[in-house]
């Protein structure tokens, strides 16, 4: 039995340990926020925090979440939405948004580390984060609104 | 279980009834069917009246407005709903968008071809014109006064004009539900100058639901005791299984069973593919059991396709005159006189859609009735291939539309509803039918593989005096007709048939190709490969002729002029959208202008290139800047778009779309290749597959909207055509490497 939280509560798993957290947390917890679009760790759709920082839930096997504290889209607006997500309002970056919980997570994490990021900054980790739509320039901008709101 | 609200028909008037409220009638336009590919749309009675389909007023005020179109990132939640709302004069803070099910009575839901706010425009404002009238017609018998005294004003309330008195539309709403519904005749819509909503920009309505993680897509759908299932599809199309060892699969945790699900009768239409499905009672087991199935595949006839040959079948074929589509003056006695001919051959490879969420679909069987949900562009055609596969009524079939994580047409064809709709029925249970990334690239409705061949005979300042271009592509109706080889008027229509340039002699031909894989429309679809072609020969002859490629541009295509013939739609369609080309010419002005096209110098790795194209009656110009360096990797600093859309109901939307289409574009450009080996696709997921990251795609577009008076066209897809070639041309001007196949990897670039 494996035990480890999501959204700071408890949880433990003793199924197939190769099963990957995006699949655990959507079909056995119901949290579908996170969302599945490769499953090989491409397109960044799946984003979850790992203790504090991002990760592709779709390759994090099950048996390796042991003590992990993981935090999805659901948990990050608990206290009112988060400036990131109040960001993406402001600058209208949805199309679709699917992809968009992930590309908020990765842009959490993003902001933990580097307040301020650049341009490069910005490019370099948010590459990762596929958007078929097209939102780019826009999340771009809303990354930098939601840097100058926590400034 | 689905954050998104469904509403049939039927339980929006009860709950309107029950909630006092009250359903208005709405004409519902017949749907131009002439946009369609050949047999891809079902036949829908068009010219009955419907009447109560699209909006409802609650006691408290509140303004249901039912989205009958399917919401893809298009806006369409949005634009639609703000012009009933506009119409109304009711207060957008107060409405509340209910999706609605699948339902012939709304006329078309098909959600592709750009047409959502050309084609039901005039329906929203009818139906809230009709509320708007009621309402006063409500207000009037209230307080015993004439119709004329009472004026709905400003927002949500009618007034009485010789006194203050108001009355709130929630208080009216019970009244107003009594009142026989007014003609059309009786209607009087806004004009212009009064439109509060329509033409002013407004975010969308599902945003904060979208950045917290709302289950709203296709695929968030949970159902009570619900099965999850993957399939093995046969990897070449047509392919039977030979036999199969389920023992490994079966031993997998979670793994309920393995079900054979048929092949396809051919032509395959929207049926599903065959193979086996693996349910189980997570994805995971379901993907982890697909994997370790170990089948022997017939392949048939298709196994021997391979799209290098294939590629050398066609661009033959263009080489060979072709089947005349249309005829311009006398072409051949002007290329019989000889003199300076110009002539280039152009290729465009297969592309897959890879929207974010694959295909997925949730179906429950109950005896003779079927409940659905999918992500789908296409809730009728849901309805009717679930219930031919089942052998029911399309009446027995409910589907509710989710979110969808993307479409681009992919989700308009339904075959992935149908393959849970038939597990559902072998397990007696709920399923989900849930695609992975390999089988979405793997067994798309592919966009067309295409070879063009374009020659032009030129006068002394480097005009064409004649030309002639010729097409070559499996049609999209080669899905529907076994044995389709030659385009549908679809095709031909989207840039090819016609020649938005100012040409007397001129030919548009097409060559025949058989299909050898699925074949469907993909944003913007024969624009692809047809703009691209044409207006890179036309930055071609700009060169040849020793002009500044946008100067050429505007002599090419004159000083305007209506365009003539081709495919012009139902009758009327060309009356109400004629193709001019002066509208063609403005948008050019405008890119050019934007873009300071002319004051920045191209060469040594960086340069400007621009296009033109009209497409879903939408006139665009795009100016495309690029830095190159020395391993040939390709920056897009800037993008600068003008469009010509008519009517325009939200800008912001508009602009999002052209936004999302040179991204869209970027891809196709850049990478964009689906290619065969022996029948099966070569590509599986975004490694092999890749499309535009944020560090490749376009750091800036800037979109222009030309203010217009004429009727609404389209805007999800016509930004995409003019891109491709605008970008292939900036890399020219900026290395002097011309590029008449795509993608750009093809040709050194990355």
Known sequence: MIHFKVNGLDQSFDGDPEMPLLWYL?????????????????????????????????????????????????????????????????????????????????????????????????????????????TYQRIRAAIKEAAKERA | MITIENVSRRSFLQGMLSASGFVLCARILPRPLWAEAAGASPTIDTTAFHPGMFVGIQSDGTVLIVAHRSEMGNGVR??????????????????????????????????????????????????????????VRAAAQQWGIPESQCVADPVHVVSDKSSSRKMGYGELAAIAAKLPVPKKEELKLKSPQEWRYIGKPAPGSDVSDICSGKPLFGMDVRVDGMLYAAIAHPPVLGGKVKSVDDSATLKVTGVKKTIPIDPFTPPHAFQPLGGVAVVADNTFAAFKGRNRLKIEWDNGSHAAYTSAEYKKQLQETARQAGKVIHTVGDPDAEFAKGGKIFEAEYFAPHLAHASMEPPVAVADVQADKVTVWSPTQNPQGVQEQVAKALGLKKEDVTCHVTFLGGGFGRKSKPDYAVEAAVLSKRTGKPVKVVWSREDDIKFDYFHSVAAMYIKAALDDAGKPKAWLQRSVFPPIGSSFEKDAVYSGAGEMSQGWDVSPFDIPNFRSENGQATAHIRIGWLRSVANIYHGFAVQTFANELAYHANRDPYDYLLTLIGSGHIVDGGTQGPPGMADKYPFDSARLRRVAELAAGKANWGKKKSGKGSGMGMAVHRSFLTYVATVVEVEVDNTGAIRIPHVTTAVDAGIVANPEMVRQQFEGAAVFGASIARTGEITATNGAIDQSNFFDYPVARMNDAPYQVDVHIVESTAPPAGAGEPGVPPFVPAMCNAVFAATGKRVRELPLTRNGFS
């Open chain 1, 26 to 134: 959507r079909d056995i917890l119901g949290l579908t926020g996170t969302k599945f679009g490769c499953g090989m760790a491409l397109c960044g759709a799946c984003t979850v925090l790992q203790n504090g920082t991002a990760i592709r839930s779709c390759t994090k096997q099950m048996g390796t979440v042991a003590g992990l504290e993981i935090t999805t889209i659901e948990a990050i607006s608990s206290h009112g939405p988060h400036a990131v997500q109040k960001a993406w309002a402001e600058v209208n970056v949805p199309q679709c948004g699917y992809c968009q919980p992930g590309q908020i997570m990765q842009a959490v994490s993003l902001l933990s580390s580097t307040p301020r990021p650049s341009d490069d900054d910005i490019d370099s980790v948010m590459a990762g984060n596929i958007c078929r739509c097209g």
């Open chain 2, 78 to 135: 949005t634009s639609l709903p703000r012009i009933l709302t506009d119409e109304l004069d009711a207060d957008w803070s107060r409405v509340k968008v209910i999706q609605g099910d699948g339902d012939e009575r709304y006329g078309s839901q098909d959600t592709d071809g750009s047409h959502s706010v050309r084609e039901f425009f005039d329906a929203m404002r009818e139906a809230g014109a009709t509320a708007r009238l009621m309402l």
